[in-house]
C-alpha cells in the first residue's frame, strides 16, 4: 500500500506539474497577444512550456501530452481564426502538424538529456559508495570486521537496517549472523535453524532473492561457493529504484572478492603454520634419529662381544642377548624415522634407473630368505618381462617392509606369496602382490593402516613389536614413484591380508630421472 501511494503521489505531482506549465504558457501567450505580439514570439512561449514539462517531469509521456496540449492552445487561442476549431485552412493543419512534431522532438531530446543526466549522476554516486566500500575493506584482516564495515555501508547509503549471515567450507549457515539495527551492530544473532537455504546453491538471475521478510543477496566466490549472504528489510527495497538494486548487486560482488581473499589468507596462514610445525617435528626427528645411532652402534657392538665371551647357557648370556635384540629394534625404528623424514623432505628426489621389475622383487626376496630361514616363500612371476623406469634401492626396501610385516602377522608354518602381474584395468601399469595367511584386516585397521605410528595388536607369538613405521615408508616411497599401494583381505577365498603396488611400466620416451636424493 505504501508503495502504491508514493508511485500516485509522484504521477499527480508531474500531472500538477505539466499542468502549471501549459497553463503559464496559455497566460503569458494571452498577455502578448493583447500587447501585439507577433505570433512568432508567441510560439516560442508555448515551445518552452513543452521544453519545461520534460525537464521537471521523467519519462516521454508528460512530454508528449505537453506538446499535444500547446499545439491545441496556440492553435485556439492565437492562430486565427481564434477561440474554434471549425474554420481550418490548410495552412492552419500544416501549422498545428508542424507544430506538433516539433514539440514531440524537443521533448523527446529534453528528456532523453534528463535521463543520461540522472544516470550520470547515479553512476558517480555509485562509483563514490563502491570506492568507499572497498577503501574501507582494503585493511581489514578478520571475516568479522569486514562483515562489519559492510554493514555500516549498506546502512549508511540506504538508511536502514540489514544483517550478514556466514557460510562455512561445507556452505552452511553458521548458527548466529551480525546484525546492523538501529544504527548500532549487533553480534551473535541466532540463526533461523529450520531453513536450509538450498536455494543459494543456484544463482538467482536478478543477483537477489525475496521473501515476505527481507531481500537477500547471496555473496559467492569466484568458483560459485557461497559464502555469505546480506538481507535487508522489504519495506526499504519497496521504495528502492532499480539502480539501486543494481548498486546493490554490485555490493555483493564486491564483498564476495574481498570474502574470498580473506578466506583463502586465512587458509594460507594455517597451511604456513602446518608447514613450519611439520618441518620443525622433522627436523627434530632428524636430529634425534642422528644422535641416537652412533650409542646404538656401540651398544650393539658392546653386546656381541659379551655374548662372544660368554656361556650360552648362562644367565647373562641371555641378558647380553636381549640387549642386542633390543638395540637392534632400536636401531631400526632410528633407521626408519630417518627414512620417513628423508622421503617427506620437499627437496626430496629419486635416482630413477631402467629395471626388470622382476629382478628387484627376486633380489628383496633373496634378502628375506636369510632373514627369515625357516619362512617359506612362494613367487609367482609372469612369462612377460616387465620393464619399470625405478629407484631399486627403494622399491626393493618396499618389497622387504611389506614381507617383513606378513611374517609378522602370520604363522611361520604358513607361506608368504609374492607374485607380479599386469593391471587388469590399466594395462601401462603393472602390480606386486605380497599376500600372507594371517588374521587380515578389521575395517578400522584398513582405514589407519598407512598413517604414521599405528600398528595393530593381532601379530603372532614371538615377532618383534611393531613400530608403525615401515607401511608410511612404504606409501611415501611409492607416491615418489608415481604409484600407488593399498592393503586389502585376501580375495581367493583363504584368509590373510593382501599387499598391492602399483608402479608404471616404463616409457621409451619419457627419460629417467638422474637427480641424485638429497
Known sequence: MNNLSRNTRSVLRQTLLMLASNASAILIGQILERFGAPPNTTVCVYLLAVVVTASVTEGYAYGIISALISTLAYNYFIMVPIYNFTDLNPYFTLTFA???????????????????????????????????????????????????????????????????????????????????????IHRQVPTNQNRDFSEYKVRPEEGYYCNDQQYEWPVYSQDGKILAAIAIPVETCRRMSSLDFKLMNTTAESCGITFEKLLLAKKQEKNKQEVSQERYRTNLLRSISHDLRTPLAGISGTSEVLMEQLDPDSEAYELASNIRKETEWLFNLVQNVLSLTRLQNEGFSIREEINVLEDVVDSAIKTMEIRLPKREFVTIYPDDVFVVSVDPSLIKQVIINLVDNASKYSDQSTPIEVEIRLNEQDPSCVEVHVLDHGVGFTQASLDKIFKMFYTTKAKTEGAMRGYGLGLPICDSIMKAHRGTITARNRADGDHGAEFIIRLPLHDPDVPPADESAT
Open 98 to 184: 508542424l507544430m506538433l512534431v516539433m514539440s514531440m522532438l524537443i521533448s523527446s531530446v529534453t528528456s532523453k538529456v534528463r535521463e543520461g543526466e540522472l544516470l550520470a549522476q547515479h553512476r558517480e554516486e555509485e562509483t563514490n559508495v563502491l570506492y568507499r566500500l572497498t577503501k574501507g575493506l582494503a585493511g581489514v584482516t578478520s571475516m568479522q570486521a569486514a562483515i562489519e564495515i559492510t554493514l555500516l555501508h549498506i546502512g549508511e547509503v540506504f538508511q536502514t537496517d540489514c544483517r550478514i549471515l556466514e557460510f562455512d567450507e561445507d556452505e552452511k549457515p553458521l548458527t548466529t549472523f551480525i546484525l546492523y539495527e538501529n544504527s548500532s
